[in-house]
C-alpha cells in the first residue's frame, strides 16, 4: 500500500510538472482568442466637423455623434478565425440632421493574430474587398514596431507605426500611428453652381480624395485598442484637379464612456491571460514538485520504518 501511495504521488506532481509548461507555451495561445459571438457599441463625437450636406447642398459645420456597432457572425466562425459586421451612423447634433452617413463593412480575420482574411464575404458597402493587415485589433503581445492596419475608407492597409508608450486611465499601453496619404475614393457628378464654377454650367465631374490620420492606444497583452482618435480629411476635386469643397472634414474622438469601457474589457482579458499563462502554470508547477519530492521523501522512509 506504501508503495502505490508513494507511485500515485510521483505520477501526479510527474504530470503536474508536465502540464505546467503545455499550458504555458501552447494551450493558452490556443484558448485566448478573439470572441466569435462579439457585440459592442462605441461611440464618437467630432466637434465642429465640415461636411458637404446632400439635403442642404452646401456645407455644414456641426458637432457630430457618430455610433459604430460591431457584431459577430458566428455562424461563419472556426477554430481558426472570426467574421465580423460593422455598421457606422454618423449624426449631426448641431443641424439636427440624422443619418448624415451610414456605413457598412464585414471583416474576417484570424482570431489569434488579427490579421485579415479574405473570405467569408469581406466587403466595404457591401462592395467585396481584398482587405490585409490588422482587422479591428492588433497580435497579442504587440511589439514596438510597425503594423499594417486596413483602413476602411481607403479600402487598403498602410503602415500603424508605434510612436511612444502611454497610460489611459491607468492601464499601460502602446501608441501607433497610421497616416494615409491622399487617396481617390470614388468619383460622381454634381452641379457646378453648387461647386461654385462660374465658367461651368449643368452638371461637372468631381473625384472625392480623402487623407488622414488615425492613433491607436493599445494594451499589448491582449492587442486590443482602448482609445482611438481619426482625422479625416475628404475634398470634392474637379477633373482639373481643382479642390472645390469639403466633402467630410473633421477629428473624431472616442467618448470617455467609451474609453473606460474598452479599459476595463481589456484589463479583465488581461487579467485571464495572465491567469491561463502565468499564475496557473506556476501553481502546477509547484503542486507537482511537493508532490514528487513528498513522494519520494515516503518512498525513501519506508525502508528504514522496515
Known amino acids: 500500500m506504501g508503495r502505490i501511495s508513494t507511485l500515485v504521488l510521483i505520477g501526479f506532481g510527474a504530470f503536474f510538472i508536465a502540464l505546467a509548461p503545455l499550458l504555458r507555451f501552447w494551450a493558452a495561445d490556443k484558448i485566448i482568442s478573439a470572441p466569435a459571438d462579439q457585440f459592442g457599441i462605441s461611440r464618437l463625437e467630432a466637434k465642429d466637423a465640415r461636411y458637404f450636406s446632400l439635403q442642404d447642398l452646401k456645407v455644414l459645420t456641426g458637432d457630430?455623434?457618430?455610433?459604430?456597432?460591431?457584431?459577430g457572425d458566428v455562424k461563419e466562425a472556426t477554430s481558426e478565425r472570426v467574421v465580423w459586421d460593422e455598421a457606422m451612423v454618423v449624426n449631426d447634433v448641431t443641424n439636427k440632421r440624422p443619418l448624415i452617413e451610414l456605413t457598412e463593412r464585414r471583416s474576417a480575420f484570424d482570431r489569434y493574430?488579427?490579421?485579415?482574411?479574405?473570405?467569408?464575404?469581406?466587403?466595404?458597402?457591401?462592395?467585396?474587398?481584398?482587405?490585409?493587415?490588422?482587422?479591428?485589433?492588433?497580435?497579442?503581445?504587440v511589439e514596438k514596431k510597425t503594423y499594417k492596419v486596413f483602413n476602411a475608407t481607403a479600402q487598403k492597409a498602410f503602415d500603424a507605426h508605434f510612436v511612444r508608450e502611454d497610460t489611459v486611465n491607468g492601464l499601460p499601453v502602446y501608441v501607433f500611428e497610421q497616416q494615409v496619404p491622399p487617396t481617390k475614393t470614388e468619383t460622381r457628378t454634381a452641379p457646378a453652381n453648387v461647386l461654385g464654377i462660374k465658367d461651368a454650367t449643368g452638371d461637372v465631374q468631381v473625384d472625392r480624395w480623402y487623407d488622414g490620420k488615425t492613433t491607436y492606444w493599445v494594451e499589448p497583452v491582449t492587442g486590443s485598442p482602448v482609445r482611438q482618435e481619426v482625422q479625416r480629411h475628404e475634398v470634392l476635386k474637379t477633373q482639373d484637379g481643382v479642390e472645390r469643397s469639403d466633402a467630410f472634414v473633421a477629428t473624431a474622438k472616442m467618448t470617455d464612456k467609451t474609453v473606460e469601457e474598452l479599459v476595463d474589457n481589456a484589463q479583465q482579458a488581461k487579467n485571464a491571460i495572465n491567469l491561463l499563462k502565468n499564475v496557473i502554470p506556476l501553481v502546477l508547477l509547484i503542486v507537482g514538485?511537493?508532490?514528487?519530492?513528498?513522494?519520494?521523501?515516503l518512498g525513501l522512509r519506508r525502508p528504514a520504518a522496515a
Open 64 to 71: 457630430l455623434d457618430i455610433i459604430v456597432t460591431t457584431r
Open 113 to 141: 493574430t488579427g490579421e485579415a482574411l479574405n473570405c467569408c464575404g469581406a466587403s466595404v458597402e457591401k462592395t467585396p474587398v481584398q482587405m490585409e493587415g490588422q482587422v479591428y485589433k492588433f497580435p497579442f503581445n
Open 289 to 297: 514538485v511537493v508532490l514528487v519530492v513528498a513522494g519520494v521523501v
